[in-house]
């Protein structure tokens, strides 16, 4: 079974310019979560989609960030205009939905490799 | 709001010695936790997580970690270190958002460093 896949890997970029991260979850996992980590800090909650729908996006930054699901397969992360402080890494992670419930303790998240994003 | 702590942004330990990372959580609510393991360029990997019932967790490539409500910790341990466990390792507790949604709350992370 494939895991969960991000593209892509790595990404420099330059202030101002836009950039799009992609995120093919774990076949049949209807949740679909967006995190990233900045230098030095720690690993923070962006998004969570449930299928195609926005469950909880209260930890976006600020509306250069654009997350979407269309079809609730894959997602796509755009940062536009890209600014310094977005350099980090961001990772994607599903999880199935078990039981009904929104991502109950029972289901393992499963985390990708992560897309490397250096903004210069 | 819950939080995690983790004692030690580096530790070392030669090989073959005990493994000891520090985690500290606070949470309102009887808390589900994790710890996750990033190797180098690599992914993050679910080492193991405690839900409810037994306290003492076993998770794979020998990790164990110890859920102590009083003490609010949730340390992780390996009895004998090898070389490739020389990774960065993070502790985290499931959060509430109040929208509807669980997420992951993480600590900053421990690098441990394993020396010949």
């Known amino acids: 079974e494939a895991g969960v896949t991000q593209f892509p890997s790595h990404s420099v970029i330059e202030k101002g310019q836009t950039v799009t991260l992609r995120c093919d979850p774990i076949s049949g996992h209807d949740n679909l979560y967006w995190y990233r980590r900045v230098m030095g800090k720690e690993i923070k909650f962006l998004l969570h989609f449930v299928k195609e729908s926005k469950q909880d996006e209260s930890g976006m930054p600020n509306n250069r960030f654009l997350a979407e699901r269309t079809g609730g397969t894959y997602s796509t992360l755009k940062v536009q205009p890209a600014e310094l402080e977005d350099s980090g890494v961001y990772f994607c992670?599903?999880?199935?939905?078990?039981?009904?419930?929104?991502?109950?303790?029972?289901?393992?998240?499963?985390f990708g490799e992560g897309s490397w994003l250096t903004v210069v | 709001a819950q939080s995690v702590t983790q004692l030690g942004s580096h530790v070392s330990v030669s090989e073959g010695a005990l493994v000891l990372l520090r985690c500290n959580y606070s949470?309102?609510?009887?808390?589900?936790l994790f710890w996750y393991v990033q190797y180098p360029n690599q992914g993050l990997q679910l080492l193991l997580k405690y839900t409810t019932g037994a306290t003492l967790v076993k998770g794979i490539n020998g990790f164990e970690a110890e859920f102590k409500k009083s003490e609010t910790s949730f340390h992780l341990t390996k009895p004998s270190a090898h070389m490739s466990d020389a990774a960065e390792y993070f502790c985290a507790v499931r959060t509430y958002s109040g929208a509807g949604s669980y997420q992951l709350t993480f600590g900053k992370g421990t690098k441990l460093s394993v020396i010949p």
């Open positions: 949470s309102s609510v009887p808390p589900y």
């Open positions: 992670a599903s999880s199935q939905d078990k039981s009904g419930m929104r991502d109950s303790a029972g289901n393992t998240i499963y």
